[in-house]
């Protein structure tokens, strides 16, 4: 990344386009920053602090709106008209080590009314990418248009992207049998496969974590957020799951095997049952893929919106038919959508039909899944407990996952340090002070892993001036990411101009990163070139446009 810095310095810049003749719009309105609290979300808070003393020197007023996790998310989620900016994050689920989910369901126009495209990203041009690469069935090529998506988004810079966090975990090593933790690619070592394998090596049996956000939902119809994920991940089985090395393989489907481009057969497990002891089914299996599709989980749909029939051979036994090839199929479908019980979801469901709201506004008093965990308790704000399914074809070694909610990241390291919690699910401080607590205390093991996932400012597509990708470009490239990285991060992440982390090494294009010219001289160049124009310190619209129009 370079930051380029002329001999004509910024205020000579802004005085230039200030005195330019120009016809001036509007003053551009107040623009508000949404992030989470500082003692919640250190690391977010910085960044956005950072990011808006940047954009103040181009002549914005920029107000930085500090709310909760719950009320930020449902004010983007499901107002998607009345926010500008808002800091966000994708988290490294497994799933995603396949690009399909980030660069279709991301930012494909088919998700921006309900789904995951909920910044309003509208170009026909991508969406002929987006749609193209998940039809590819030859590798190289799909990457190269998975590399042409990149390209485009970083033209267009729907959203400022910031950083590739290095995740950094810790556990007590004297709880847990170091070598029975796993690290998972591009995730780290919190994981489902860690939570199944952890060994006990004393009389301390259960998983105590912690997490710095409160769990919205555990709805297997509903992507509510990253911590919810950690828990029906457990509660839920798919019929892949993505392996440590990032692969799919065979979960609750004891194989798979396609019979040509658009056809795959499954096979169940035998012996397979609910957490409320009925057997689970291909039925059951079927009626999981048609609710996703069915207008009840909106969210889900894109997963399973290719798929064209769904036959019942038998009890163990089903053939998926695809309406077109889709490379990603096991990764971002059979390994995506949550089985679910037909006999407790399909009365909700008919119930649903005759209201207003859908399945992701419904919770469950006692969710029932079929995996490797079962549900205990949830007392809000305080923990979620899980008990150990023994019945599971891979049971856990633990007998309990609790979940502790901290929102406070020294009260969570303090709480690791003195037993009460002993595997540190989330940490968003400064990763020196764990590692230091980690030498003296001694009986700490930390893993730092560079995350697919990432950390990014949202800018709503919907509403001006962000609807012009000039003005979403020169704020992008207003921030330097080293600044982010140092002051923000500590160090421990690397600089983003991409959604797809180097951690996928096969997918990441390194190019979009490499020609990134960043500074805040910059940016008021290519606001000039845009004509914006600057009027007594204060940025206006190019020509007649005005803020009333711009709403």
């Not at 990344?1 to 910024?10: C, E, I, N, P, Y």
């Not at 205390?441 to 012009?468: C, I, K």
């Not at 421990?492 to 190019?511: G, T």
């Amino acid at each position: 990344m370079r930051s380029s810095f002329k001999a004509v310095g910024l205020a000579a810049i802004l005085a230039a386009s200030a005195a330019m003749p120009a016809l001036a719009g509007d003053q551009i309105r107040t623009i508000d920053v949404f992030t989470r609290p500082q003692a919640a979300q250190p690391q977010e808070f910085q960044s956005v602090q950072l990011i808006a003393q940047e954009w103040r020197k181009l002549g914005l007023d920029v107000n930085v709106r500090v709310m909760p996790w719950e009320q930020m998310s449902d004010i983007v989620w499901y107002q998607r008209d009345a926010w500008d900016v808002t800091a966000w994050q994708m988290v490294g689920r497994p799933e995603r080590s396949d690009p399909d989910e980030i660069i279709y369901n991301l930012f494909h126009s088919s998700t921006a009314e309900k789904g995951y495209n909920f910044i309003g990203y509208i170009n026909p041009a991508y969406d002929e990418v987006a749609t193209a690469q998940r039809v590819e069935i030859d590798e190289e090529a799909r990457k190269e248009l998975i590399y042409k998506a990149q390209e485009i988004l970083a033209a267009d810079q729907p959203n400022m992207m910031l950083v590739h966090p290095r995740q950094n975990f810790a556990f007590d090593n004297t709880v847990w049998n170091k070598d029975s933790v796993v690290e998972q690619s591009g995730i780290g070592i919190r994981n489902t496969w860690t939570f199944m394998s952890l060994e006990p090596l004393g009389e301390q049996k259960d998983i105590i974590l912690n997490s710095g956000d409160n769990v919205q939902a555990i709805n297997p119809l509903y992507i509510s957020g990253g911590v919810d994920s950690w828990v029906f991940e457990l509660v839920y089985d798919r019929i892949a799951r993505v392996g440590p090395d990032g692969l799919p393989k065979p979960w609750a489907a004891e194989s798979y095997e396609w019979r040509d481009d658009k056809t795959i057969e499954v096979k169940l497990r035998e012996g397979m049952k609910w957490h409320d002891g009925e057997p689970l089914t291909a039925e059951d299996v079927k009626f999981s893929f048609e609710t996703a599709v069915s207008g009840e989980a909106p969210m889900y749909a894109p997963f399973a919106s290719n798929i064209e029939t769904i036959e019942v051979v038998d009890d163990l036994n089903l053939v998926f038919t695809l309406k077109q090839p889709a490379a990603s199929f096991i990764t971002s479908s059979l390994a995506k959508i949550n089985l679910i019980p037909k006999h407790v979801w399909e009365p909700v469901i008919e119930d649903l039909k005759t209201k207003e709201e859908n399945a992701e506004s419904y919770q469950e008093q006692t969710p029932i899944g079929s995996g490797p965990f079962k549900f205990e308790r949830w007392l809000t704000n305080e923990e979620i407990v899980l008990s150990a399914n023994k019945d599971h074809f891979n049971a856990p070694k633990a007998d309990r996952w609790i979940l502790r909610i901290v929102p406070n990241v020294e009260a969570a390291l303090g709480m690791l340090r003195s037993g009460e919690i002993n595997f540190m699910g989330e940490f968003s401080g400064d990763p020196q002070v764990l590692l230091q607590a980690a030498e003296q205390d001694g009986d700490l093991e930390v893993v730092s892993t560079v995350e697919m996932g990432f950390r990014y400012v949202a800018f709503n597509n919907r509403r001006a001036p962000f609807d012009d990708p000039a003005f979403r470009k020169a704020l992008s490239q207003a921030v330097d990411r080293r600044l982010i990285v140092g002051a923000a991060f500590r160090g421990f992440a690397e600089p983003s101009n991409s959604v797809i982390s180097p951690a996928l090494k096969f997918w990441y294009d390194a190019a979009v990163m490499d020609g990134f010219e960043t500074g805040t001289d910059v940016a008021a160049r290519m606001l000039e070139e845009a004509g914006y124009t600057l009027e007594g310190g204060r940025l206006h619209y190019p020509g007649d446009k005005t803020e009333e129009l711009a709403k």
